[in-house]
């Protein structure tokens, strides 16, 4: 049969004879180095370059950020120019959330889902990869945009004509990160060209096509995990024995399927008002701008629970583990995260409150804004009923994660007053809605993720960051960011608009927008010394015991870094958090007879994938050129098209392929050695 | 493997069941579709033809989702699953619409 | 265990029971199906605020009723129907290992969906003759992105057909797994039907009722 690879075992992938696919072309399986990286299907190796990439562009949005409250630290400032402000609070906010928060969160679920469920990979390797590297492509293409405008504000691009023909000339997207129509579509009649006149300039259509990519590569993602954990559990491991982690990322994994199709269509709609001159959001010819917005936020609110929901599953991680308890009402934290995304299609249009819905409209949506507060606030309670009474470790990540739990209620208690329809007439649009969102976002998932990062980096990669540097750089993160963004309730109040680059003296904002900008840089610099910890520790931290929390899910009973194979032998699940009663408890973590000398069995490699990938970043750039009026444009586009297509064919006919590995003969060995090598704590 | 399951007994059986399964259905398919077109053009109050139209157009959506499509066949949980998806589709864009009126603005100076 | 070593990634048991491949199908159509419950409603949306249909480049108002053309679009909802009931005939032939049954019911789906495309193409150049475009009104815009997104997954699905179709003679579609990849192609295929089953009734067939149509004004039709 052609799709199986009956090869003897072997103890090292480079030990494999050359074999090709049905393609004919050798397959990648015994690649090393950069080669390896590019055609890997392992999650693990996939997680870590998710997060590589994540917190690099958390870096990116974060200079964006101290640009902003640089601009704004003082009354009338020119720091930057309004359209360039424009550009950066846009650029900030999509970055961040689609290049910085979702990205660390698949980090989080390529790297340990299969690892919590007792699967060796996912139930797509290659889709994987594909995911991968289509989110490298729309990064790309999103941050390709600043490169064409810094060349343009260095007058490269003053000779040629059809630069002198673009609207405004802006090349970064300047609409805030949902873009709004009118501001970003089109008015008035098109011309034989099929273009009508737009607002703005080519930054739309980047933004556009950047995040139709990453919808593709978040959409692929999402269903290849909910395949993974509804069908690749080990045996034993029922649903209501998931760590709670995996049910988040299957939750998330659901708001991401049905929720992303809205944005697709609406971006689909936008472009081909821009490119082709349709009339979806053009006033001129009776379209409704405000569709616009519901488009948005129906995918937009689900958006933002696909953003918390990971990190609250990372939270219910480290709790117990730091308490020494099981988490309080597993089944009721489940349930209400399962009850949030649910509800959280129900309430886009609190987004839209002052748009003149009608008071039945917005009497329902702000009665169901505040319907999920109650989910939310139980799985508080929840957290708060794992700590009382267990003995608290504040280490780390315990630490980032009682952070997480007071500074996610803070914003929590800010978005419920937003929730009350009258009260949102006065904050809408106002510094006390940044406020409120960065207490949930970075009070609240940034935190989360931080934690997450020092929690499972020495499983990651088997050495433990520094605990000073870690405490020293959570402190600055927790007083720069409160100090930032705590005074904004204030300012909002007190009337300052959003989006808007400066303001003048004589409002009484001055004094708390100057201590903002110091929180800020605090902030940042607290961030930045985090990342370049946990970087430095990944190839020179002191090494550390594949158990060093005497933590309580399966991913701990495996050696760090793990071995590319998972588990050695499948485990069989008896309880919920087996590994931990396995060690201090009555259960015990079994095995099943799979593995040693017969081995098992292990993806191919691709090139695959990555070239599909590649495919994406020529669309990328090509839309754009073609709004730009640049000749030939759209062929590039139809070039990309086939290059994706190429990708995905070739995936297809090469054959799953595979190859046997043979793991450890030592059944227990892998728990065994875990238990004895368990630290002091 | 295949070929033991092709030539299995009560697996073909079931195929040629299920054969003729599909030329009935597709018969009906053909009937009902023929039979909202002529009833479009009847003389019949306007919520009779609504219900009966949704009615015949959900009796096909459904007829071809479980058996062209396998799913009274197959594991619940892929009925269920689509369920989830037709469901919230259907529930999000009734209130879209609902949240859409007309205006005397939009009627006099668009058509 | 032979067995265990001879297990392919995607042969291996599921927790479920439900192969890996069917359940990110039938996860990717619940997906389409908001995808389409959004083109769908945009369209329906602007019929309940635009009632009227369109202006044509004379500036005369234009019922959409008189620019449909019932028996054609009818025709072409027949073809389609009759080509997903084809297309369970193939996947019925490929999971009884019968691959001449199998090519030809496939030739005949691709067949049907190109008669059901160029049913599309003629419709739409005649709609354009008739003054209806993209650019000059709202149900231009969203008439011709709903019916063309449907059209590019109809062409999609039938270029996924060739493609089983001339792979089925490399003599490497065989057994369970050449069932399963061809029972996934025709849930596809069978999705695209049940979206136009909507599309027909709510786009085509409820401009009908009445004499100025579901959304019209009540009064009858001006010549």
């Known amino acids: ?681 | 493997m295949s070929e033991a399951v092709a030539h299995d007994p009560d697996f073909l059986a079931e195929e040629v069941r299920r054969y003729h399964h599909f030329i009935t259905l597709a018969l009906w398919l053909a009937a009902i579709t023929g039979a909202e077109i002529v009833l479009i053009f009847l003389p019949v109050p306007m919520p009779v033809i609504l219900t009966a139209l949704s009615l015949m157009s959900a009796i096909k959506f459904f007829a071809v989702i479980l058996w062209f499509m396998h799913l009274i066949y197959d594991h619940k949980l892929l009925f269920w699953i689509f369920m989830c998806g037709m469901v919230l589709a259907f529930a999000t864009y009734a209130a879209v619409l609902a949240l859409f009126s007309v205006d005397r603005i939009d009627t006099k100076w668009f058509s | 265990m032979s067995q265990a070593a001879d297990a392919t990634h995607a042969h291996a048991p599921t927790s479920t029971g439900i192969d890996h491949k069917k359940l990110i199908m039938w996860l990717f159509l619940a997906s389409d199906c908001m995808f389409f419950g959004t083109l769908i409603s945009t369209h329906l949306l602007y019929r309940k605020l635009y009632p009227t249909g369109f202006t044509d480049a004379e500036g005369h108002q234009q019922f959409i009723q008189k620019l449909f053309n019932i028996e054609l679009t009818s025709f072409s909802t027949f073809i389609l129907l009759m080509s997903s009931f084809l297309m369970a005939l193939a996947v019925s032939a490929m999971h009884k290992g019968q691959l001449k049954s199998f090519r030809r019911n496939v030739l005949g789906v691709i067949f049907f969906g190109l008669i059901f495309l160029g049913c599309q193409v003629y419709e739409f150049t005649h709609f354009y003759h008739q003054g209806l475009t993209i650019q000059n009104s709202v149900l231009g815009s969203t008439f011709y992105v709903l019916t063309g997104t449907h059209g590019t997954h109809v062409a999609i699905g039938i270029l996924w057909l060739v493609l089983l179709y001339f792979y089925s003679f490399t003599g490497k579609l065989t057994g369970h797994m050449a069932g399963l990849d061809v029972e996934i192609a025709g849930l596809y295929w069978h999705f695209v039907d049940i979206v136009w089953i909507v599309i027909f009734t709510v786009v085509y067939l409820v401009e009908y009722l009445g004499p100025s149509g579901f959304w019209g004004t009540g009064l009858p039709l001006a010549k």
Not at chain 1, 493 to 516: C, D, F, I, K, S
Request: overall charge neutral; glycine content about 12%.
């Open chain 1, 1 to 681: 049969m052609s799709h199986d690879s009956h090869h003897a075992p072997v103890a090292d992938k480079m030990e494999l004879a050359p074999e090709r696919s049905d393609l004919g072309l050798f397959r990648p399986d015994r690649t090393r180095g950069l080669f390896d990286w590019l055609t890997t299907v392992d999650h693990k190796k996939l997680g870590i370059m998710y997060g590589a990439f994540a917190m690099l562009f958390f870096l990116v949005g974060g200079v964006e950020a101290l640009a902003i409250r640089t601009q704004l630290a003082r009354p009338d400032n020119d720091f930057v120019t309004a359209r360039m402000y424009n550009q950066l609070f846009t650029m900030h906010g999509t970055t961040m959330i689609f290049l910085g928060v979702m990205p660390l969160s698949a980090a989080f679920f390529n790297f340990l889902v299969p690892l919590q469920i007792g699967a060796r990979d996912v139930a797509f390797p290659r889709l994987n990869a594909f995911s991968l590297w289509t989110f490298v492509a729309g990064a790309m293409v999103l941050n390709g945009s600043w490169l064409f405008e810094f060349a343009h504000l260095a007058g490269w691009f003053d000779n040629f004509a059809w630069h002198k023909a673009l609207v405004y000339t802006d090349f970064a997207p300047a609409n805030g990160w949902f873009s709004y129509a009118p501001l970003s579509g089109t008015f008035g009649q098109a011309n034989a060209a099929l273009q009508a006149p737009r607002f703005t300039g080519v930054g739309t259509d980047f933004w556009i096509i950047g995040i139709q990519i990453l919808g593709i590569a978040s959409l692929a993602a999402s269903f290849n995990f909910i395949c993974t954990i509804v069908n690749m559990r080990a045996k034993g491991m029922t649903m209501m024995r998931l760590p709670v982690f995996t049910w988040m990322t299957l939750v998330t994994s659901i708001l991401i399927i049905l929720a992303f199709p809205a944005i697709t269509v609406a971006l689909i709609e936008l472009m081909f008002d821009r490119q082709f001159g349709a009339n979806f959001f053009n006033p001129s010819a009776g379209g409704q701008p405000v569709l616009w917005q519901h488009l948005f936020w129906i995918f937009g609110h689900p958006e933002v629970y696909i953003l918390v929901l990971p990190a609250m599953g990372i939270v219910s991680e480290i709790l117990p583990t730091f308490t020494g308890k099981a988490l309080f009402g597993y089944p009721i934290i489940v349930f209400s995260g399962a009850v949030i995304g649910f509800l959280g299609f129900a309430v886009w249009s609190h987004h839209m409150f002052t748009t003149g819905l009608g008071p039945i409209p917005t009497a329902a949506f702000s009665l169901l804004t505040m319907a999920i507060a109650v989910p939310t606030g139980v799985k508080i309670f929840n957290w708060l009923g794992t700590i009382w009474g267990g003995r608290i470790r504040f280490t780390p990540p315990m630490v980032l994660a009682l952070g997480f739990i007071w500074m996610f209620m803070c914003g929590g208690f800010s978005g419920v007053m937003h929730s009350a329809a009258p009260a949102d007439a006065q904050q809408q649009d106002s510094y006390f809605v940044i406020a409120h969102f960065h207490y949930v976002l970075l009070g609240g998932v940034l935190l989360g993720l931080m934690a997450g990062l020092y929690f499972w980096f020495p499983k990651i990669f088997g050495r433990m960051p520094n605990a000073g540097i870690a405490y020293l750089a959570t402190g600055m993160v927790i007083l720069g960011f409160n100090l930032a963004f705590g005074p904004m309730h204030y300012l909002g109040l007190a009337g300052q608009p959003r989006r808007t680059h400066t303001y003048h003296a004589g409002n009484g904002w001055e004094t708390w927008n100057y201590v903002a900008t110091i929180g800020a840089f605090i902030l940042g610099l607290g961030v930045f010394l985090a990342f370049v910890n946990l970087v430095y520790t990944a190839f020179k931290g002191v090494k550390c015991a594949s158990d060093p929390w005497n933590g309580r899910t399966l991913e701990w009973s495996l050696p760090s870094p793990v071995p590319e194979y998972n588990f050695a032998r499948s485990p069989i699940i008896a309880t919920r958090d087996v590994f931990f009663e396995h060690k201090h408890g009555v259960h015990r973590l079994a095995y099943e007879n799979d593995g040693g000398e017969a081995g098992v069995h292990m993806p191919s490699q691709s090139w695959f994938p990555l070239l599909a990938g590649f495919g994406f970043l020529i669309i990328g750039f090509g839309m754009p050129m073609m709004a730009m009026g640049v000749p030939h444009a759209g062929w590039v586009v139809i070039a990309g098209l086939g290059v994706m297509f190429m990708g995905i064919w070739l995936w297809a006919l090469e054959g799953p392929g595979g190859y046997m590995l043979k793991t450890p003969s030592d059944p227990h060995g892998a728990a065994a050695q875990a238990k004895a090598e368990s630290s002091a704590y």
